[in-house]
């Protein structure tokens, strides 16, 4: 029964499970201000490179190079940031989409990332866990589970203790001075600056915040798949992580979590119409549009079981 749940295909799912988690909540920061920014798959693969390559190259250890790769993000993200979020809107989509796939063929086309071919034999974060297992004794694995499965739970666990760590710092942000200026701006960005909010350095905190958790989300992903090429993070990427808030609801971080974890795990549900994966997606956001704009969860779902289950308490 252990060694079934222990499966290698059912741990990687959850892996890559937890990664969107990670990037619902990038994309919920930056959105957080309201920017409709596009840029998070162009920040995920300067993570995802920078990592790769710190320690292929320098042999930086992983645990150093994923958040070095995540600072690598938010360093062009305040290059970009300042111009690009002059824009609003449409505008600033298509800015930062354009951002993302200019980093892309930037990759595709520079010699040290291996253009198309992509780069291969990435220090595994599997290898990582192995060792430390090996170095406790655990060599020949524990109660009949092998080293192996140990291991990919021990990545798994250290994926989720990323994630909640994430949400407690976004759901600690949200109560503060900075999260209220978030919501303020979000709700009428003239307004907060005729209040005395700078807007402007709290929509470049948002966008940097989004653009780290990005590029971490990358350089966890590359370590985890051992390979990563341009086609990894392309504009359907981009339009993926851009479901993830849409599908859930992007005004509670629980949403674009809710959104990644159900948007993973639909195509294993729907292998055999692979082909038609954006299509069905495409489906999902009209179908969301016309009858749930605001995502799964909004604050008026919030309110609604809130004010249910407390009658049911008091009955």
């Known amino acids: 029964m252990i060694n079934s749940l222990l499966n290698p ?13 990670i990037l619902g909540i990038s994309i919920y920061l930056t959105l957080a201000t309201g920017q409709l920014s596009l840029g998070n798959a162009g920040f995920m693969s300067i993570g995802a490179y920078s990592s790769a390559l710190l320690t292929i190259k320098l042999g930086l250890p992983v645990y150093l190079a994923i958040p070095t790769g995540g600072m690598a993000s938010v360093l062009i993200a305040l290059i970009i940031g300042f111009p690009a979020l002059r824009l609003n809107g449409l505008y600033l989509a298509i800015a930062t989409l354009g951002f993302g796939e200019v980093v892309r063929v930037i990759f595709l086309n520079l010699k040290i990332t291996n253009g198309a071919l992509g780069i291969s034999g990435i220090p595994s974060l599997n290898v990582l866990t192995g060792n430390v297992l090996s170095t406790l004794g655990f060599a020949d694995g524990f109660a009949g589970i092998s080293l192996q499965q140990i291991s990919n739970c021990a990545v798994l666990l250290i994926l989720l203790v990323i994630l909640v760590l994430l949400l407690f710092f976004t759901r600690r942000l949200g109560f503060s001075r900075v999260g209220r200026a978030f ?103 009209v179908a969301m549009m016309a009858f749930r704009p ?17 009658r049911r308490s008091s009955e």
């Open 9 to 21: 295909y059912y741990l990687q799912i959850g892996m890559f499970v937890l990664i969107n988690a």
């Open 183 to 285: 919501a303020a701006i979000k709700a009428d960005e003239t307004a907060a600056q005729a209040m005395g909010i700078n807007t402007t350095y709290f929509k470049i905190l948002a966008f940097i915040l989004g653009a780290f958790i990005a590029g971490v989300a990358g350089g966890l992903s590359a370590h985890l798949t051992f390979y990563i090429g341009p086609k990894d993070f392309d504009y359907h990427r981009t339009v993926e992580i851009l479901i993830f808030a849409v599908f859930g609801g992007s005004n509670l971080v629980w949403g674009p979590i809710l959104g990644a974890l159900l948007l993973t795990l639909l195509p294993e549900f729907l292998r055999a119409a692979s082909d038609y994966r954006m299509m069905i997606y495409g489906a999902i956001l």
């Open 294 to 310: 605001l995502g799964l969860i909004s604050e008026e779902t919030v309110r609604f079981w809130r004010t249910k289950l407390g």
